[in-house]
């Protein structure tokens, strides 16, 4: 079995350089040129540089820096935190309020940027103070937080999710419709688990009296963000209507971003450059991971191994659903280690063309994907919202965020395992788009 010694030379020569502390794409890249050089030849590497061209100088990929672009600017403009503010104004009194107004704000800045590292920055450095000042204790607060910022994913607009929908070749407006029933599921899992355990356990999460909130107040703070609220109809519901491309609708939604900034008075000079700036920034590091992952795909087909291997899974008896299941744990184990990016890279290769053979549905097992991506996030040692956590909080223990992550963690867990149970849970939107 050839395939398989060429399959463990690239993914040791592949940690070897993420281990030497190489940039992740720049490894995969360097791995793509030596690798089609050795299959191949030098003229190989024309074809390299021909498919690099052609992976990224597509229509389709627009929305990953439009997308981020939008989390950018609101984000900077200060705009994210009245998203908060409406949410906690609808919550009332129930217990752990503070809780789920970290979820609820989570999920309403979700549907306006998907920028998950932005979403978990915006509620640590804004509510966590507010939370230890009520006697919130870490397990409450970080967790809560934790949970919100994640959903930003799943619920479209999501960047990481048009990434994916690139590298794995399937529909990038039915992949971000797909993610909206299970975001919204996840969302109200968290809202039933926090509201629950503060009752339960009012040591972690300490009633107090609220302000009482008239329904007046309530219906004028929502007329105060019904420009932000217009956005998410914006971007989203006009995908799901048909009336723009994922493309077109971010387009839109940038647009819509400045002028909302605009009318709010937050659109200043400085915020703009410092939003064009990490949005450059970002976009470009995304966009040669697929330089990276289409030249990764190039070599193992040079290699004959994704032939190989695909052949192989087609011919074990074994039932599909538990090659999923493998998948996703291989994806979850990964996620302790490495960044979301490089799993992506690493995985997604060598999965689909399995998928694709076996005849599952690729946008349904792309969802599976994208909530293991959201655990990796959060998944202990190094998840990255962890240390964005502990960025915005400098004085919380990295035990106590790790601690705070594990219920997440766990309720993600059981999301997956509805997904695979209800199918049509992911399946439902893009089948009304498709019809």
């Given at each position: 079995?050839?395939?398989?010694?060429?399959?463990?030379?690239f993914?040791?020569l592949?940690?070897?350089m993420?281990?030497s502390?190489?940039?992740?794409?720049f490894?995969f890249?360097?791995?793509?040129?030596?690798?089609?050089?050795l299959?191949?030849?030098?003229?190989?590497?024309?074809?390299?540089?021909?498919?690099s061209?052609s992976?990224?100088?597509?229509?389709?990929?627009?929305?990953?820096?439009?997308f981020?672009?939008?989390?950018?600017?609101?984000l900077?403009?200060g705009?994210?935190?009245?998203?908060?503010?409406?949410?906690?104004?609808?919550?009332?009194?129930?217990?752990?309020r503070?809780?789920?107004?970290?979820?609820?704000?989570?999920?309403?800045?979700?549907?306006l940027?998907g920028a998950?590292?932005?979403?978990?920055?915006?509620l640590?450095s804004?509510?966590?103070p507010?939370?230890?000042?009520?006697?919130?204790?870490?397990?409450?607060?970080?967790?809560?937080i934790?949970?919100g910022g994640?959903?930003a994913?799943?619920?479209p607009?999501?960047?990481?999710?048009?990434?994916?929908?690139?590298?794995?070749?399937?529909?990038?407006?039915?992949?971000?419709?797909?993610?909206?029933?299970?975001?919204?599921?996840?969302?109200?899992?968290?809202?039933?688990?926090?509201a629950?355990?503060?009752?339960?356990?009012p040591?972690?999460?300490p009633?107090?009296?609220?302000?009482s909130?008239?329904?007046g107040?309530?219906?004028?703070t929502?007329?105060t963000v019904?420009p932000?609220?217009?956005?998410i109809v914006?971007v989203?519901?006009?995908?799901?209507?048909?009336?723009?491309?994922?493309?077109?609708?971010?387009a839109?939604?940038?647009?819509?971003t400045?002028?909302?900034?605009?009318?709010?008075?937050?659109?200043t000079?400085?915020?703009?450059?410092?939003?064009?700036?990490?949005?450059?920034?970002?976009?470009?590091m995304?966009l040669?991971?697929?330089?990276?992952?289409?030249g990764?795909?190039?070599?193992?087909?040079?290699?004959?191994?994704?032939?190989?291997?695909?052949?192989?899974?087609?011919?074990?008896?074994?039932a599909?659903?538990?090659?999923?299941i493998?998948?996703?744990?291989i994806?979850?184990l990964?996620?302790?280690f490495?960044?979301?990016?490089?799993?992506?890279?690493?995985?997604?290769p060598?999965?689909?063309?399995?998928?694709?053979q076996l005849?599952?549905?690729?946008?349904?097992?792309?969802?599976?994907?994208?909530?293991q991506?959201e655990?990796?996030g959060?998944t202990?040692?190094?998840?990255?919202?962890?240390?964005?956590?502990k960025?915005?909080?400098?004085?919380?223990?990295?035990?106590?965020?790790?601690?705070?992550?594990l219920?997440?963690?766990?309720?993600?867990?059981v999301?997956v395992?509805?997904?695979?149970?209800?199918p049509?849970i992911?399946?439902?939107l893009?089948?009304?788009?498709?019809?």
């Amino acid at each position: 079995m050839e395939w398989v010694a060429d399959l463990a030379l690239f993914f040791g020569l592949l940690v070897a350089m993420m281990l030497s502390g190489m940039p992740v794409a720049f490894g995969f890249i360097t791995l793509n040129i030596v690798g089609l050089y050795l299959y191949l030849g030098v003229g190989s590497l024309s074809l390299l540089a021909t498919s690099s061209f052609s992976s990224i100088g597509q229509f389709s990929l627009i929305p990953i820096p439009l997308f981020i672009l939008m989390g950018e600017l609101l984000l900077r403009t200060g705009l994210a935190g009245k998203t908060v503010e409406a949410v906690d104004q609808w919550i009332g009194r129930l217990p752990g309020r503070l809780s789920l107004s970290s979820v609820g704000g989570g999920t309403l800045f979700g549907a306006l940027s998907g920028a998950s590292m932005a979403s978990v920055a915006m509620l640590g450095s804004t509510l966590v103070p507010e939370m230890a000042k009520r006697g919130y204790k870490p397990e409450m607060s970080v967790s809560s937080i934790l949970a919100g910022g994640g959903l930003a994913v799943l619920i479209p607009p999501s960047a990481l999710g048009v990434l994916l929908g690139a590298l794995a070749k399937v529909s990038i407006a039915e992949l971000l419709l797909a993610g909206i029933l299970p975001g919204i599921l996840l969302a109200s899992m968290y809202f039933i688990y926090f509201a629950v355990r503060a009752k339960l356990q009012p040591h972690l999460a300490p009633p107090y009296n609220a302000p009482s909130t008239t329904l007046g107040q309530k219906l004028y703070t929502l007329l105060t963000v019904s420009p932000l609220l217009a956005l998410i109809v914006v971007v989203t519901g006009f995908i799901f209507l048909g009336i723009a491309t994922p493309s077109e609708s971010a387009a839109m939604g940038v647009i819509a971003t400045l002028i909302v900034a605009a009318l709010y008075g937050r659109l200043t000079f400085d915020a703009l450059k410092k939003a064009l700036m990490s949005t450059m920034t970002t976009s470009s590091m995304m966009l040669l991971v697929i330089v990276g992952s289409t030249g990764f795909g190039q070599l193992l087909a040079a290699s004959g191994a994704t032939s190989s291997l695909v052949a192989w899974v087609s011919a074990l008896v074994i039932a599909p659903i538990l090659l999923v299941i493998v998948m996703q744990g291989i994806v979850l184990l990964l996620g302790c280690f490495i960044d979301t990016i490089s799993i992506m890279l690493i995985s997604i290769p060598v999965f689909m063309p399995i998928i694709i053979q076996l005849g599952i549905d690729p946008i349904w097992f792309c969802i599976l994907i994208l909530v293991q991506l959201e655990l990796a996030g959060i998944t202990p040692p190094f998840g990255v919202l962890l240390f964005v956590m502990k960025g915005v909080q400098q004085h919380l223990k990295v035990s106590e965020i790790y601690r705070a992550a594990l219920p997440i963690v766990l309720i993600q867990v059981v999301l997956v395992a509805i997904l695979m149970i209800f199918p049509q849970i992911v399946t439902t939107l893009p089948e009304l788009i498709r019809n």
